[in-house]
């Protein structure tokens, strides 16, 4: 009976070794390809604590320079941001952050209230996959699996990519329990310009209201805050396409209002930043460039520090060590990206 329990053991250590292997080599890697989806998972190989954490969607990972929030006020932050982050995917995100750390700020963007319902697997996937095994991880699946999705797969995403197979690149394998980081605390650098143009006129729409499952989760947003004693902060990021309504920002003004939040519009505030359309966006104004990013954290920096308790850190361990790391990452990057694109 003993040989036969110890045979048993070692055909499921054998067995879950195995599986372990499949999954860690037939996961997309994102490096070469969609390097979005690398930025969730890249959140737990920081070494320091943050002060300021922010949440949500393009609109923040594109936008928003930590090493110059850093380099010019002393914050460290960070940026758990991911391609269409929907707003119970930024809530399950959020507590799960809270397990690791509890920052001063959560910094929260808002454009996710539009969208009501799972919009697609390829964007829960560059969502989720990344997330640690944890209870969020389970109700952030349950909470944005389209019908046609399994949730097995997603605590086994071998059965999700094995017919990735006939797709296997050399950086599967060289990556396949280390990569090299593709963002900086979060944040996706692009210094390529593209000017905006003529923008499409915004579409009306049937409804305005956002729908009462966004304004759940952005309650259980506040809530959370509230019972860790971190500030929320909401923002709506520069962004000149897809359209922000005026109904959808009187919503937000109104909820902050009501919930006595700081609500900062950069719509508005494009000129106050100083953004210049056509010098500091990648993609026609849709989002922010390196040059566009580090002009919005300027400003920002300066706020945070006179409206949130933010603390200039510099000098102080450990984040002067590990702060000094990154700047020479971040700095190497952008020569690297700068001499590549010309810029």
Known sequence: MKKQARAAALWCTVFAAALLFLNALFMPK??????????????????????????????VYE???????????????????????????????????????????????????????????AYNRLNLDGMR????????????MTPEESFLSYLFPFLRYHDRWQD?????????FHRD????????????????????????????????????????????CASHGVQLVLIKAPSLYPAWYDEWEAQIESFAETHGLPYINFLEKADTVGINYAEDTYDGGLHLNLYGAEKMSHWFGAWLMENTTAQDRRGTEPFESVWAEKSAAYAARKARLEAEWGA
């Not at 959140?43 to 393009?58: L, N, R």
């Not at 296997?168 to 396949?176: H, R, S, Y």
């Open 133 to 144: 095994f944890s209870r969020e991880k389970l109700d952030a699946v349950r909470a944005s």
């Open 63 to 121: 936008n928003f320079s930590p090493d110059v929030l850093w380099r010019e006020y002393g914050i460290p932050s960070c940026i758990r941001g991911s391609a269409q982050q929907l707003i119970w995917q930024s809530y399950y995100l959020l507590k799960e952050t809270l397990r690791y750390e509890t920052p001063r700020t959560v910094v929260f963007n808002v454009l996710s209230m539009q969208y009501a319902e799972p919009q697609s697997e």
């Open 181 to 224: 980081l593709v963002s900086d605390s979060g944040y996706l650098m692009n210094v390529q310009v593209r000017p905006a143009g003529e923008i499409p006129a915004a579409r009306p729409l049937p409804d305005y209201d956002f729908a009462p499952v966004c304004w759940d989760y952005l309650n259980r947003m506040a809530d959370l």
């Open 168 to 176: 296997l690149k050399a950086e599967d394998f060289t990556a396949l």
């Open 30 to 59: 994102y490096i070469s390809e969609v390097p979005e989806g690398a930025l969730i998972a890249e959140y737990y190989q920081e070494k320091a604590p943050h002060d300021v954490v922010f949440i949500g969607d393009c609109e």
